[in-house]
């Protein structure tokens, strides 16, 4: 046999019976080709290691690595394993590279039953051309394995087998240019439990920001989770997942235009676009599109429409020279889902933009819809405007004056679909469904000075508040929580003043408590049964919480909504809490005097403040802390 003949006869070709007849002379014309080999292509299996479980399973791909100069028009692989530990779950996909490089299938594969019957995958191809063969690394094919049980020791190999007549080798020619045959180790762990995770948020109102938190998990950390989804890796319990900041919802979008840019009515006008929301949610502020020649004074404004003598809001613009404009609240306002409102923008110089027919049919974006106009009633009518100021009630040919609303909804839900402990054991399917309500942001209907919760002999919690007035109070449920968000439970009720308008001082001991955290709230209840919840304030048994100054939240802050800074003393200590502006001049003092151990929570009112950064701070007789607060 020359060596012609042999290049176009590989060796998977021959015959059991032709090599039993021929075996020595076959053997020593291999090691004859073998001992003039170029040494130039490994054929190796990646990953070379693999880990994985009971069950699990795991791709490995075959690869011809050129380590020398050289060429291949044949390559052909026999993989051995042990089908008592690992089974062929789908047919080996062979790479493009490899079909391109080697067009010509010589040894195609078997049914996935006779691999997994005699434990070994085969494989091979090759090229008759002169031309044409590959000189660079390829991946030749992939294979994907499932573990059937965790051998002793937990390791089974993957091999390629080097004896005829099921030798794996890469040949150009009639030399054999194989170098390195290298397989991969496969560590099998016993079948995991499948981790469990439960997920919650941080408190919000008026439509904030608020984190989304691993409250809980069972199995390895950290966990990568699968919430709406998106992916979120590494997460340990307690931690924050992601920051959810709420989108705005809009009528239109910013490529949105009218058709007619610079109107005017030689007069003041007021001009605006009636909306209902399918969601409960918060309005922040008023959009309008400004023709490039409109100026004057803008003012956005929201109406309730059944109650349109007085705005729910406004705020005046800082415009730029035209395109669309915006500006907010100096406090979000809550709607209700299926109520009609206006938004408006009055001009002191009359100048509007306007496009005729648009409330001909509704415009309708995600919560958001502006109904259409029969250009008649202003009870049906859209599109409005009204010389002067005021709520718009007039309309004319259904034209929209493009003034837009500033949406946030109020609710959203997030579904938690995959967790994955860090030793890989996952668990899928619909595993949590958490809605986050975001309520508005209110004070009580009682000026609250403070409020705090204190440790006492590791079994109880006094809870402290004290106010400065009170108008129909009708008294004070206290409130237990375990995690301060969920699950809180009514321990007492303490009677309130009625009207008041002196300091009061009042307290509740929390007894019979095992050690650990506790979290409370005041629900303060009208005479008539309204009712507000105040902030959340906690104590920690049987340990000693450190020093602590909190930031202020909601930060930034404003107009007549209060904001709170907490704070926490490992013992009862003499405190100053002072608030400076950027000069350093002292604004006011907030709190002073001893205070007991545990966390205080001080409410502040920062409506006659100008908008701008401010810095407050902590001093005890050993500790001192400063933090940044935002007014706008």
């Known amino acids: 046999m020359n060596n012609l003949a042999l290049s176009s006869l590989p060796m998977y070709l021959l015959s059991t019976r032709t090599l039993r007849v021929s075996a020595y002379f076959i053997l020593s014309l291999f090691l004859t080709l073998r001992s003039g080999a170029q040494n130039a ?13 009971e069950n699990g399973t795991f791709s490995i791909t075959v690869n011809a690595d050129f380590v020398a100069a050289g060429t291949i028009n044949a390559l052909e692989t026999y993989i051995n394993f042990n089908p008592l530990d690992l089974e062929v779950i789908s047919t080996p996909v062979v790479a493009p590279e490899a079909v391109t490089a080697l067009p010509q299938v010589q040894l195609d594969f078997v049914d996935i039953a006779t691999m997994n019957t005699n434990g070994r995958i085969a494989y091979g191809r090759n090229i008759s051309s002169p031309t ?4 660079a690394d390829f991946p030749f094919f992939t294979v994907t394995f499932r573990a059937l049980r965790v051998p002793p020791g937990g390791v089974t190999t993957l091999s390629f087998n080097t004896t005829l007549p099921f030798q794996t080798f890469a040949l150009e020619g009639p030399t054999n240019q194989t170098n390195l045959l290298l397989g991969s180790t496969v560590n099998i ?9 439960t997920i919650s948020n941080t408190a919000t109102c008026n439509g904030q920001s608020f984190n989304l938190v691993l409250q809980s998990a069972t199995g390895t950390a950290p966990f990568d989770l699968v919430i709406n989804g998106n992916t979120y890796n590494n997460v340990n319990i307690g931690g924050v997942i992601t920051t959810i900041a709420p989108p705005n919802e809009n009528l ?23 909306f209902t929301a399918s969601v409960n949610g918060f309005v922040r502020g008023v959009r309008f599109y400004k023709g490039p020649s409109s100026s004057g004074t803008f003012t956005g404004k929201l109406y309730d429409f059944n109650n349109p003598a007085t705005p729910l809001a406004n705020a005046n613009f800082v415009t730029s020279p035209s395109g669309w404009q915006q500006v907010l ?13 206006v938004v408006s923008v009055y001009s002191s110089t009359g100048d509007y933009s306007s496009s005729d027919g648009y409330f001909n049919v509704p415009l309708v974006s995600g919560s958001l819809t502006a109904p259409a106009g029969d250009n008649g009633t202003t009870s049906s009518s859209n599109g409005l405007y009204l010389y002067g100021s005021g709520m718009p009630i007039n309309s004319y040919n259904n034209s929209s004056y493009f003034v837009d609303v500033v949406f946030t909804p109020a609710s959203f839900t997030y579904n938690l679909t995959s967790v994955t402990g860090d030793d890989g054991c996952i668990n899928t399917g619909a595993l949590q469904t958490l809605s986050v309500t975001s309520p508005a942001c209110s004070t009580l209907p009682v000026t609250l000075l403070s409020l705090s919760a204190t440790p006492q002999d590791n079994s109880k919690v006094i809870v402290k508040w004290s106010t400065s007035s009170e108008i129909n109070n009708k008294g004070f449920e206290v409130q237990r929580s375990l995690d301060g968000r969920n699950n809180w439970q ?8 009625g009207d008041s308008y002196s300091v009061k001082n009042y307290s509740y ?3 019979n408590l095992v050690a650990r955290r506790y979290f409370y709230q005041l629900k303060q209840v009208d005479i008539d049964g309204r009712y507000k919840y105040s902030m959340v304030v906690s104590a920690n048994l049987s340990t000693r919480d450190g020093y602590s100054l909190e930031q202020n939240f909601p930060n930034p802050t404003g ?7 907490r704070f926490t003393l490992p013992r009862r200590t003499n405190v100053t809490l002072s608030l400076y502006d950027l000069s350093g001049r002292l604004i006011q003092t907030l709190a002073t005097g001893n205070r007991d151990a545990g966390t205080h929570a001080i409410p502040f009112d920062p409506s006659k403040l100008s908008t701008g950064l401010y810095y407050y701070k902590l001093q005890t007789e050993d500790f001192t802390d400063t933090k940044k607060m935002t007014v706008r």
């Open 252 to 274: 239109w979008t910013p490529a949105d235009a009218p058709s007619d840019l610079d109107l005017n009515d030689a007069s003041d006008i007021e001009v605006g676009t009636k």
């Open 329 to 341: 609240f100096s406090s979000p306002v809550a709607i209700t889902a299926g109520t009609t409102y």
């Open 189 to 197: 762990g016993a079948a995991c439990t499948p981790p469990t995770a």
């Open 559 to 565: 107009g007549s909504q209060y904001t709170t800074i």
């Open 509 to 511: 001991t929390d007894g």
């Open 132 to 135: 044409g063969h590959p000189s």
């Open 41 to 53: 292509v490994n054929i190796t299996m990646t990953p070379s290691t693999v880990t994985t479980t």
């Open 490 to 497: 009514t321990i007492a009720f303490v009677q309130g003043a």
